[in-house]
């Protein structure tokens, strides 16, 4: 998907860094090693963290115990609590809280 990314996309924005020269020359080097210019290396390297991260953020993992727990709560008949009825019914947020308010006062 990187390389797509990097391809498929017209380049109008800018990324400025500043960096030792050491590291630039490091980046240099493995840049070339790929074939690949230092500006497409570093965005190349970028963009596939990036989505790595952002893939690890979308994506959950459970533990054993978590799985278990999760099942239960998934599998257990007890009733739907106020708050689950209204966001089914479809009631925004604002519309729940003021009707929590309205039985508190009665």
């Known amino acids: 998907m990187t390389n797509r990314v ?9 990324v400025e860094l500043k960096t030792s020269d050491e ?3 490091t980046i240099r080097q493995a840049a070339a090693a790929y074939g690949l210019d230092l500006s497409s290396f570093i ?11 952002l ?6 993992e459970l533990s054993e115990a ?4 999760l099942n239960e709560v998934l599998n257990s008949h007890s009733a739907p609590t106020p708050a689950l009825v209204s966001l089914m ?6 519309e729940r809280n003021t009707t929590r308010e309205r039985r508190r006062e009665h």
């Open 23 to 25: 590291a630039k020359d």
């Open 89 to 94: 019914r479809g009631k925004s947020k604002n």
């Open 66 to 69: 978590g799985w278990t727990r």
């Open 6 to 14: 990097l391809e498929r996309t017209t380049k109008t924005a800018r």
């Open 43 to 53: 965005l190349s390297a970028a963009i596939e963290r990036a989505e790595m991260v």
């Open 55 to 60: 893939e690890r953020q979308r994506r959950r």
